[in-house]
């Protein structure tokens, strides 16, 4: 059984996520602790609700960034972390961290990285008119959504949509993504080449998606 930790910074439906899939048995792991920089996060009420230890550490209780990421791999490292989860964790991860879990810290973000990386990542993309957006799962490296690419997903874009609609859209394939790269990892399935993860087993497809529809 891996044991996993969550850093999330508000409402945590990738944790829920995460939590109903070890629910129903398709991860085979075990939340050891949720850590939050917000102690309004709606995350810590879905921790409360299942039983999951949380620790709320704002950076502002601490010197600076690297004592701060350094206590939090240490509240990880102490509870037998194995993978760090980041879902909705709105900072940037710092060398402490990611040091002490190389290319062991996966991150979601809402767009096809590495176009529209950073905050608002569904509004830049409605704003540039793509036809197809989706969203990422990547390690963590030192950079701004700039990591190995895990898995990826695609949804159509519209001319009409707003960045809620696009965003609602990506948030589903969210929560089906997210935890099957967590299930690849638990499998040893993983493997990092330079930029390249290496998926073993990994079957091949022909066009996913084209939008509009060539009719």
């Known amino acids: 059984m891996t044991k996993l930790g969550v850093l999330a ?3 945590g439906s990738n944790f829920q996520s995460i939590i109903d899939s070890i629910k129903s048995g398709y991860l085979d792991a075990r939340v050891e602790i949720l850590i939050t920089d917000n102690p309004d996060a709606y995350a810590i009420e879905r921790a409360k609700n299942n039983g999951i230890p949380f620790l709320i550490m704002k950076p502002g209780d601490y ?3 690297d004592v701060y990421y350094s206590a939090i791999a240490g509240a990880l490292k102490e509870r037998g972390v194995e993978l760090v989860i980041l879902a909705g964790f709105m900072r940037v991860v710092k060398k402490p961290l990611i040091d002490a879990y190389p290319m062991r810290i996966m991150n979601i973000h809402p767009a096809l990285l590495p176009s529209f990386p950073g905050l608002h990542g569904q ?3 409605v ?3 793509v036809k197809i957006s989706g ?3 990547h390690f963590v490296d030192e950079g701004v959504d700039t990591g190995p690419i895990i898995i990826q ?3 159509p874009a519209y001319h009409d949509d707003t960045e809620e609609s696009l965003a609602e859209r990506i948030l589903k394939e969210e929560h089906r993504i997210f935890p099957y790269a967590i299930k690849l990892f638990i499998q ?3 493997r990092v080449e330079g930029r390249k993860v290496i998926i073993s087993g990994q079957k091949k497809a022909d066009s996913i998606l084209i939008n509009p529809p060539i009719l």
Do not use: E, I
């Open 9 to 11: 910074s508000g409402r």
């Open 123 to 125: 509004k830049q993309a």
């Open 153 to 155: 997903a695609a949804v």
């Open 127 to 129: 704003d540039y008119g």
């Open 135 to 137: 969203c990422t799962v």
């Open 188 to 190: 040893g399935r993983l």
């Open 63 to 65: 010197p600076d960034k």
